[in-house]
């Protein structure tokens, strides 16, 4: 940051969603009595702004038998030396390709349409799109005198269809993104390697998946071999 303060984001798979909370004697998780803290939690997030508890979750990511324990201890010391408060959220992602039975009079834009993870780095721009469209549709689809608002429907009814399969292709994205940072297993170079070819098969026509995929592993293990 400009104050030359650090701000690290961290994603890790939990076994539990209360994995932020501290143990209590018996080995189990210290429930917060705290009505704000506890409505938070159950929407999968919460705010961290003591500095000793956000340091003791910070030193648990990275203290033996957390997530971050074998990584780099440059990358162990950013996670420890991050300024500020401290905030757990869980992920959540609708299904990709998720639908909905049109309704007359209502509809949606954004994560309330189709939910992802950040992995893409592409979910407020489908959203900006999605606002865009549906402005253009209401501003095209003004009911006429006597046509009961069928012309707004209809028009609402287009974005809808036109918006589905233009935000699965990016929540494809982001799932298949998902699963090879987080569940893949594999080291990070490989890991680097196939999110730019995943990357660059998203940016070129489907004809093109070979060459984008072999151009991406060439550049990754390219510089490696060079030095």
């Known amino acids: 940051m400009g104050d030359g303060s650090l701000i690290v984001a961290a994603s890790a798979v939990q076994a539990s969603p209360d ?3 501290p143990q209590d004697r018996d080995g189990g998780k210290q429930d917060d009595a705290n009505s704000e803290t506890k409505k938070s939690r159950n929407l999968g997030s919460r705010i961290i702004d003591d500095p000793e508890e956000a340091a003791r979750i910070r030193s648990s990511l990275v203290e033996e038998g957390g997530p971050f324990a074998d990584w780099h201890p440059l990358l162990q010391d950013a996670i420890r030396r991050s300024a500020g408060r401290c905030v757990a959220r869980s992920l959540y992602v609708l299904p990709v390709g998720f639908r909905w039975k049109h309704r007359r009079g209502i509809t949606l834009v954004g994560d309330a349409a189709h939910l992802m993870t950040p992995y893409a780095g592409e979910g407020v721009n489908v959203a900006m799109e999605d606002a865009l469209k549906l402005a253009r549709a209401i501003t095209d689809g003004k009911p006429a005198d006597g046509d009961g608002g069928d012309a707004l ?16 292709k990016v929540a494809r994205l982001a799932d298949e993104l998902l699963k090879l ?9 490989s890991v680097v390697a196939a999110a ?8 070129t026509p489907r ?8 151009l991406s592993y060439a550049l990754v293990y390219g510089q490696s071999i060079l030095g």
Do not use: C
């Not at 209809?154 to 589905?164: I, L, N, S």
């Not at 004809?207 to 072999?214: N, R, T």
């Open 181 to 189: 940072w987080m569940f893949s297993g594999k080291v990070t170079r």
């Open 153 to 168: 429907d209809a028009a609402v009814v287009a974005y809808e269809e036109e918006m589905w399969p233009r935000a699965e």
């Open 207 to 214: 004809l093109l998946h070979p060459v984008a995929s072999a």
């Open 196 to 203: 730019i070819a995943l990357h660059a098969k998203f940016q």
């Open 19 to 21: 994995w932020f909370l």
